[in-house]
């Protein structure tokens, strides 16, 4: 049971950069999946979450509208496409796989925006 994320890096306010998060071991499709990120010296929240059920995503607040969560059952991966990034997005980003009374958690991957 494995969930691997990649795409953190680097980048300059105002840029983007696509988070991609890839899945083995359980049956991908029956789980929603959630982003979450720890800032350092804060406590982890959660940014967006993706329903197994027909694919609609949920967002925070702060990061509503740059922000796009997709998934690929066929290929068990998960993306969250963030754009017009800012400092405070600077941040430990994870997948999670939820299920009702289960959680898989991915090591996190690490984003850096600098102004």
């Known amino acids: 049971v494995q969930l691997q994320a990649s795409g953190g890096g680097l980048v300059q306010a105002g840029g983007s950069l696509n988070l991609s998060c890839a899945a083995s071991?359980?049956?991908?499709?029956?789980?929603?999946i959630g982003w979450f990120r720890q800032a350092p010296g804060n406590g982890r929240e959660g940014v967006s979450c993706?329903?197994?059920?027909?694919?609609?995503?949920v967002y925070s607040d702060s990061v509503k509208g740059r922000f796009t969560a997709s998934r690929d059952n066929a290929k068990n991966t998960i993306h969250l496409q963030m754009n017009s990034l800012k400092p405070e997005d600077t941040a430990v980003y994870y997948c999670?796989?939820?299920?009702?009374?289960?959680?898989?958690w991915g090591q996190g991957t690490l984003v850096t925006v600098s102004s």
């Open positions: 999670s796989a939820i299920l009702i009374g289960k959680q898989i």
């Open positions: 071991g359980f049956t991908f499709a029956n789980y929603a």
């Open positions: 993706i329903s197994s059920i027909d694919g609609t995503s």
